[in-house]
């Protein structure tokens, strides 16, 4: 057909589908209304393809064709492991569902336009349905992946799985890579949807079974800088290394004061310090946080990148810091017995624990003593019998502790009575050798210490945020938003299975109903997942301009004020607060503000979505190399997942894996969605969530970072 047809044709259909009579059809319908003869409708479907693409139609999931109500959004496509994808429209409203064969080959990250033709929000649990119809611009050219190479060519497998796509490489441009090489691909050809993207290979980073390869393909693939601009290091080298108390008397002198740090024992970039003492009417508490905006300027080189990176990100065994190194673990870090530059937050606490009032100042400190997680746990369980020991060793701060280890309790149980969720469930704590080889894996639990320093960090942030929300000044808040009714139903199935019901609504609970479910199944066999399982019912947190409230903490007001050294929402919050306690936000600077920090908000969570995903691929991969070396190893775990393929088994060393219902050779399972449990035909056994099983590790696919468990015993 030539162009002058196509015009045609497609002002036929437009002319034929905007009639009042109308009905939404199909292909095949068209083609025989309008007596299309076989050879000719290859041509009528290319015809209404491009009448989908410039969405001047849209198609529903039946196929059938619509012109009506054309509603076209642009944003940020997000693909899944799977062929369906997301669209997050621009302008903030909730995101659009689009189905396998309707991205047009759009890849995750890239920004497109997509016509929303359906809502099916009540049978099937998308909010709203779309069709990508043009790609406005790709996310990247380079991706990161796995060759495999074949006699004349070879392909790449995306290291991200929501990439969509295999990449085709011709054997010209494969740059004498092997299979099992993690490449750098640089995209030729994107493809359509239907045609597989093309590339060619610029760089070969590793091999797969290379344990120092993972850390660099992760970085790679996750777009996670390795390292710092030439502007940015340069800038950095003026920052001094020693303070110079004298050029700063302007600021509340607190030196005099006692106060330590407690962090992680390889922890080096120190941005929070604690004070504390008894009051005639209660206790004061200190939150010292670094002062890093006196070093990093608004519009700098320095502000820029930090800004760009948003977080800091933390893989297994290395910190890509949001800061160069010499200002995080330097001067910014609150080291002991250095004078430092902070801003605090001063609470003033009743005898119950109640904040009855606070100061915020730009302040000097200098940390007595730097101490441990383990260290004060430690010193917190020394009891009676070592208390004159520890108050030789520790002196005052040993009563300080004391202290603190009970005003904690208070404000944990003033958090707790409003409803606010306490998710206690250990992490993992990946050990390698110095080539990179994971040699041990094991929970990393929360202790006394870890605890108490999370309830005085949540005090500050919830009392800064409530204070500059009344003040009505532009800010960054710290939200999280109520779970979905879907969300809420489907978790309240899922734990009838360990005899717990969900009370009240179910549409939308209050926060103490989640907070009471946890509580009852403190100290249970199941409770690890049952915090899981609530987790995963609930939204993601994110930060926002508009102050709508924490749903996890129970509290109106909530932001990150607490770590400016490796998240840039608290560098910007106080660059804010110095202003306006300087008196320097006048109407010009809020007007400012209130221009850039949306973008600042929106791009901050992007970034920190994108740091927990790399760390947990990371992980992932390490878990893998992990059991590859305990092929054949028998241990006991708990059934973490049940699906129509299989059931997943946590170990106690937190390595999951899947028992697949084609490995379960006793009898045909099939998968009872409405219990959440696989049921067997023959023998009716039942595998449910929580139940114990005995597994054996007998497959490892680094490539897809799965590991395969056998069943030994129930």
């Known amino acids: 057909m ?26 095949r319908d068209i083609a025989a209304l309008f007596r299309v003869p076989a ?79 359906e809502d099916t929000s ?23 992946g796995t060759f495999f190479r074949k006699k004349e060519y070879g392909f790449v497998v995306a290291e991200d799985k929501r990439f969509g796509s295999d990449i085709f490489i011709d054997g010209k441009y494969t740059k004498g890579a092997v299979s099992g090489h993690k490449v750098a691909v640089q995209i030729t050809d994107f493809g359509d949807g239907r045609q597989n993207p093309m590339g060619k290979i610029t760089e070969i980073l590793g091999h797969i079974n290379d344990p120092e390869s993972d850390v660099v393909t992760i970085l790679r693939a996750f777009g996670i800088p390795e390292t ?58 200190g939150v010292h946080i670094a002062d890093v905006t006196e070093y990093v300027r608004e519009g700098s080189a320095l502000d820029n990148e930090a800004k760009k990176r948003g977080t800091s990100v933390y893989l297994v065994n290395r910190v890509v810091p949001m800061l160069p190194h010499r200002l995080s673990n330097g001067i910014c870090s609150l080291n002991a017995g250095e004078d ?34 383990t260290e004060v746990a430690a010193v917190l369980a020394g009891g009676e019998e070592k208390h004159l020991e520890l108050e030789a060793e520790y002196g005052d701060i040993y009563s300080m502790l004391l202290l603190m280890e009970k005003v904690s309790g208070l404000l944990r149980e003033k958090r707790r009575a409003r409803g606010a969720i306490d998710f206690d469930f250990p992490e993992s704590k990946i050990i390698l050798d110095e080539s990179g080889k994971p040699i041990e894996i094991k929970p990393y639990e929360r202790n006394t210490a870890t605890r108490m320093i999370e309830d005085f960090m949540l005090a500050a942030n919830e009392t800064v945020a409530e204070d500059f929300f009344w003040q009505e000044i532009p800010f960054v808040y710290r939200i999280h938003e109520s779970p ?43 409770e690890a997942l049952i915090a899981r399982l609530t987790l995963r019912s609930m939204k993601q947190a994110k930060y926002s301009t508009d102050c709508e409230g924490h749903f996890g903490l129970a509290t109106k007001y909530y932001c990150h004020f607490t770590s400016p050294i490796r998240r840039y929402p608290d560098l910007q919050i106080h660059r804010i607060i110095k202003e306006n306690l300087r008196g320097g936000l006048g109407e010009q600077r809020r007007a400012y503000y209130c221009n850039i920090l949306p973008e600042v908000a929106q791009h901050s969570s992007k970034t920190e979505r994108t740091a927990e995903e790399a760390e ?46 084609s490995d379960l050779t006793e009898d045909y399972y099939s998968f009872d969605a409405e219990n959440y449990c696989l049921v067997g035909e023959r023998t009716h056994k039942v595998f449910r969530l929580g139940q114990k099983v005995t597994v054996r590790i007998s497959r490892v696919d680094k490539l897809l970072k799965t590991i395969d468990f056998l069943l030994v015993s129930r």
């Open 340 to 373: 430092r530059l902070a801003l605090s937050c001063l609470m003033e606490l009743s005898e119950d624990g109640t904040i009855t009032g606070h100061r915020i100042a730009e302040s000097m400190i200098c940390v007595n003593r730097r101490t441990s997680y």
């Open 122 to 144: 009540k049978k099937a649990g998308k909010s709203r349905v779309g069709r990508v119809v043009k790609i406005i611009k790709r996310a990247n050219d380079t991706v990161i």
């Open 228 to 285: 710092f601009p030439v502007e940015v290091l340069e800038e950095t080298e003026l920052v001094p290394d020693k303070l110079i108390a004298k050029e700063y008397t302007g600021r509340l002198d607190l030196r005099d004061e006692v106060m330590i740090t407690i962090d992680g024992e390889d922890a080096k970039d120190l941005d929070d310090a604690v004070s504390l003492k008894k009051t005639e009417s209660g206790y004061l508490l």
């Open 39 to 117: 050879e000719a409708r290859e041509e009528l479907a290319y015809v209404l393809e491009l009448l989908l693409q410039d969405g001047s139609i849209t198609m529903d999931t039946r196929g059938r064709y619509h012109i009506e109500d054309v509603l076209v959004l642009q944003g940020e496509y997000r693909g899944t492991s799977r062929e369906f994808g997301f669209l997050s429209p621009e302008d903030g409203s909730p995101d659009i569902y689009i189905e396998a064969g309707s991205t047009l080959g759009a890849l995750n990250g890239d920004t497109v336009q997509a016509v929303v033709f």
């Open 484 to 526: 979905d009714e879907d969300k809420v139903k489907q978790l309240g199935i899922l734990i009838q299975n360990f005899g717990y019901h969900l009370r009240g609504s179910k549409s939308t609970p209050h926060p103490k109903v989640l907070q009471g479910l946890l509580e009852k199944s403190d100290g249970s066999p199941e």
């Open 2 to 27: 030539t162009e002058k047809d196509i015009k045609k044709r497609k002002e036929q259909l437009l002319k034929f589908m905007k009639e009042p009579g109308y009905v939404p059809m199909r292909k």
């Open 616 to 661: 947990r691929e990371l992980e992932k991969m390490k878990k893998c190399e992990y059991a590859e070396e305990r092929i054949g190893t028998v241990a006991e775990g708990i059934i973490s997942g049940v699906t129509n393929y299989g059931m997943y088994v946590e170990l106690p060393d937190t390595v999951e894996g899947m028992i697949r219902l």
